[in-house]
Structures are given as C-alpha cells and as structure tokens.
C-alpha cells in the first residue's frame, strides 16, 4: 500500500490515517480473530488446504473484515476486486465479471469483496449465484446484519458464514500500544484514562486508532491526561443499535430474561442501552407491558396496572423525566415475584379451542332473552351463583360432552399462592356437588 502511495506521488504531501498505516500486513497482525486464524482454525484449515471457498463474514464495524479479505487474497495468489453494496449497482457488478473473465484467460482467479452485501436486492444477490458456480469469482461478503435475516438462501447455501468478534479490552489495548510504537511517544493518558478511551470505542478497532490520532495531535508537553477531559477532545462513540434490525431485537430479549431471571442490575442495564441507542421509549414501554403479563403474571397482580401506569407517565411527562417511570417499572419488574402461570394456561386454552372446533356452550350458560329461544332449551338449569350458600353453585360451563381441562395450575409464589387455594376450594366444592354429598 506504501507503494502505491509513493508511486503516486502522495506520501510527503497526504499524510496517511493512523488506522491506515496500522492496517495488518499479514494475517498473523491480526487482532481478535484467533477463532478464525490462530491454529488449527476453520480459516487457517481453509489456507493450509489450498482451497479458499466463498465466504461470508458478519460482525460489527472496525473488527477487519475488509482487511482480512484482502489479505486471504494475497495468500491465495488472487486478484482482490472491492466494491460496497451501497453504491454499487448491476452496472458496476457486470464490469467486474467481465475484468474477471479477461483476468481468468490469463490464468489468475478473482477474489471479489463485497462490503455490506445485505444492500444487495435478492436480484443482485443472486446475480452472483452463476459465478460462483462456475468459480470466476470467489466471494467474500461482509455483513453487519444477521445473514439467516439479510441474505437469500441460496447465496448462504454457497457460501460459509464466519463470525467475527468485536474486539476485546485486550485487542483494542494492543491497537494503543503499536499506535504509540508507529508514533514513537506515548499517549498522554492516565491509567483511567486509557480504559476510558478503550470503552469509549466500543469494540471497534478502527475507531479506537482514531481516536488516539485525535490524542495525539495534542502538544507533547501538555500534562496527562484525565478521564473526565477526554469528552473534550474526542466525540463519545454512540452504541452500536439498528433500531430495525437483529440488535433491536436481540436487546429486548436480553431486557425480557433479565427480568424473568430477576436480574435487576441487568435489566435497568438493557433498558438503558436501548434508549442511549435511541430506542422509541414506546417500544421498550410495549415489551415491559408484555412482561408484566406473560412474565410476572398474577404472582404480583399489580404489575400490570404498574406497566400501564407508568405508560400513561411517559406519555404526560415526555422526555426525559418519563424514563424515570420506565427505570422505575423495570426495577419493580425485575423484582417481583413471578408466574407465567395464566399465559401458559390460556396458550392450553386456545389449543384445545382450535382441536374442538365449533362446540356450544352448555343450554345453563346461554342467555334466553326471546320465547324461541327458551322454548329451544336456552339457561335451562341454570343457578345464579350469588343466590346459593357460599355464592358458588358448582355449574360445569364447558360444553356439553367434552371432559373438563385443568388449564390453569398456578404456583407457589407471590399472590399465585394464594390464587391456587382458590382454585383449590372451588374444586373441592364441585366434586361435592358433582357427587351429590
């Protein structure tokens, strides 16, 4: 890459990113990718074999997705071709064919790298589908999105999908210290203050070099730096959310089981991560409502007048008091006791619905407000409950012929507990009647 820098005339008069000169040489520079590259992993296997099938690699930004490609092409004496999904188009992606049909006469392959091929429509992926086929071109796409969501079948059948990892403390530790080497000084930093600037980059290699760039153009003699100075010289790195996509998603899960599992700390802790990564309050609002029901069910009965509640707050006092109301809903969810107990039963309940289809109720639980129809049996042996000793008559209100379903079995905990005597002194009382003792 020097190379073509000097040869071009660029290498005194554009100064080159840091990122840039930093970018890995060999496979072996590469950081927080030993899953696929270290010993005996499924890339390293693929290299040593002699064979390079198509790829896809799917991880977040800044974890080497491009440079990897470029480099696996040098190791299999590949032409490298690149173009980006978003401003490419079918024009673009003919040319390439074409150069790679006149490159193959010659006897050399083509690696083609396609960056965010999720862009692509399902028409342009699958124009790769024959060159792949017929091996013009080997494909390496990338992909911030979830391939199983983004990327048609048969392209996926085509090709292997491998994961790559945004970057650990540890990796993105390792950028800082070949930054300083290229730079030949330190960053001004404070212990603190380098753990910070790693954080702030969020598992993104690229970024953390960027912002030690920013670091380094400071003057040299000026004192270390401090954590709580750092906002002042470089812009804080937003967290990684797509509001449409598999993060969106994977996040209200995560919201959803640490407050099934009682996790408090973790819960508020998703909540806020999807609201710093600008998450429609409303939407978070909606999954707490659902929890309240399906999560927390009637173990605490006020859970879902809580959910409502708060809510009705959020919408009154907007932003940003109303998060107030949902830190305080998740705090009460996550800490209640809880039962799916009702959720579980009424998901019976419609299963048996859909197997007996169209059966009637019973003649005592049908209303007769017209002569035919009392004539026709309608509230026939009916007893209203209030008018018996007790208040409860015992009536049997499933149809007629079909055998009576213990749906609803709640637990021990919380109010459920108590919801079960209940339950369990109206069963009594119907085997008596039913019994005639």
Same mark, same amino acid.
């Given at each position: 890459?020097?190379?073509?820098?000097?040869?071009?005339?660029?290498?005194?008069?554009?100064?080159?990113?840091?990122?840039?000169?930093?970018?890995?040489?060999?496979?072996?520079?590469?950081?927080?990718?030993?899953?696929?590259?270290?010993?005996?992993?499924?890339?390293?296997?693929?290299?040593?074999?002699?064979?390079?099938?198509?790829?896809?690699?799917?991880?977040?930004?800044?974890?080497?997705?491009?440079?990897?490609?470029?480099?696996?092409?040098?190791?299999?004496?590949?032409?490298?071709?690149?173009?980006?999904?978003?401003?490419?188009?079918?024009?673009?992606?003919?040319?390439?064919?074409?150069?790679?049909?006149?490159?193959?006469?010659?006897?050399?392959?083509?690696?083609?790298?396609?960056?965010?091929?999720?862009?692509?429509?399902?028409?342009?992926?699958?124009?790769?589908?024959?060159?792949?086929?017929?091996?013009?071109?080997?494909?390496?796409?990338?992909?911030?999105?979830?391939?199983?969501?983004?990327?048609?079948?048969?392209?996926?059948?085509?090709?292997?999908?491998?994961?790559?990892?945004?970057?650990?403390?540890?990796?993105?530790?390792?950028?800082?210290?070949?930054?300083?080497?290229?730079?030949?000084?330190?960053?001004?930093?404070?212990?603190?203050?380098?753990?910070?600037?790693?954080?702030?980059?969020?598992?993104?290699?690229?970024?953390?070099?960027?912002?030690?760039?920013? *670091?380094? #153009?400071?003057?040299?003699?000026?004192? +270390?730096?401090? $954590?709580?100075?750092?906002?002042? &010289?470089? %812009?804080?790195? =937003?967290?990684?959310?797509?509001?449409?996509?598999?993060?969106?998603?994977?996040?209200?899960?995560?919201?959803?089981?640490?407050?099934?599992?009682?996790?408090?700390?973790?819960?508020?802790?998703?909540?806020?991560?999807?609201?710093?990564?600008?998450?429609?309050?409303?939407?978070?609002?909606?999954?707490?409502?659902?929890?309240?029901?399906?999560?927390?069910?009637?173990?605490?009965?006020?859970?879902?007048?809580?959910? *409502?509640? #708060?809510?009705?707050?959020?919408?009154? +006092?907007?932003? $940003?008091?109303?998060?107030?109301? &949902?830190? %305080?809903?998740? =705090?009460?969810?996550?800490?209640?006791?809880?039962?799916?107990?009702?959720?579980?039963?009424?998901?019976?309940?419609?299963?048996?619905?859909?197997?007996?289809?169209?059966?009637?109720?019973?003649?005592?639980?049908?209303?007769?407000?017209?002569?035919?129809?009392?004539?026709?049996?309608?509230?026939?042996?009916?007893?209203?409950?209030?008018?018996?000793?007790?208040?409860?008559?015992?009536?049997?209100?499933?149809?007629?012929?079909?055998?009576?379903?213990?749906?609803?079995?709640?637990?021990?905990?919380?109010?459920?507990?108590? &919801?079960?005597?209940?339950?369990?002194?109206?069963?009594?009382?119907?085997?008596?009647?039913?019994?005639?003792?």
């Amino acid at each position: 890459m020097s190379d073509l820098f000097q040869a071009a005339g660029f290498e005194k008069e554009t100064p080159r990113p840091l990122a840039d000169r930093l970018r890995p040489q060999t496979l072996d520079e590469v950081v927080g990718q030993d899953h696929l590259l270290g010993e005996g992993a499924p890339l390293s296997r693929m290299l040593k074999a002699g064979r390079l099938s198509s790829i896809v690699f799917w991880g977040p930004p800044g974890v080497g997705k491009t440079t990897i490609a470029r480099l696996l092409a040098g190791h299999a004496a590949l032409e490298f071709e690149q173009i980006s999904a978003i401003f490419s188009g079918v024009a673009d992606l003919r040319k390439v064919f074409e150069r790679a049909k006149a490159r193959r006469t010659t006897g050399k392959g083509t690696l083609l790298f396609v960056d965010e091929i999720h862009r692509f429509n399902k028409a342009q992926q699958d124009g790769f589908l024959p060159h792949v086929e017929s091996g013009l071109i080997t494909l390496i796409g990338a992909t911030t999105e979830n391939p199983s969501f983004e990327l048609n079948a048969a392209l996926l059948s085509r090709a292997q999908v491998f994961t790559l990892n945004r970057l650990d403390d540890g990796a993105l530790e390792l950028l800082l210290v070949r930054a300083e080497s290229e730079e030949g000084r330190k960053l001004p930093l404070t212990g603190e203050a380098r753990k910070t600037l790693r954080a702030m980059a969020d598992g993104d290699g690229r970024f953390v070099l960027n912002l030690a760039e920013e *670091i380094f #153009a400071e003057p040299e003699d000026r004192a +270390l730096i401090e $954590p709580q100075e750092l906002g002042d &010289i470089v %812009q804080r790195r =937003a967290p990684i959310y797509d509001k449409g996509q598999e993060s969106h998603y994977n996040m209200a899960s995560a919201l959803q089981k640490s407050i099934r599992g009682s996790d408090v700390d973790a819960a508020l802790y998703w909540a806020a991560r999807m609201l710093a990564g600008g998450e429609d309050p409303k939407f978070v609002l909606r999954r707490l409502v659902v929890i309240a029901s399906e999560d927390v069910g009637n173990a605490d009965p006020q859970a879902l007048p809580m959910a *409502i509640a #708060a809510k009705d707050a959020y919408e009154f +006092l907007g932003q $940003p008091e109303g998060e107030i109301a &949902i830190g %305080q809903l998740v =705090a009460y969810l996550g800490s209640a006791p809880k039962s799916n107990r009702a959720y579980a039963a009424f998901k019976k309940a419609k299963a048996v619905a859909r197997e007996t289809g169209s059966l009637p109720p019973p003649p005592h639980a049908m209303n007769a407000p017209t002569k035919l129809m009392k004539s026709l049996g309608y509230s026939d042996g009916y007893v209203y409950d209030h008018d018996t000793d007790g208040g409860f008559a015992g009536l049997n209100y499933f149809p007629p012929g079909m055998d009576r379903q213990d749906f609803y079995q709640p637990s021990n905990y919380g109010f459920d507990k108590e &919801i079960r005597k209940r339950l369990d002194y109206w069963r009594r009382l119907r085997e008596e009647k039913e019994s005639g003792s």
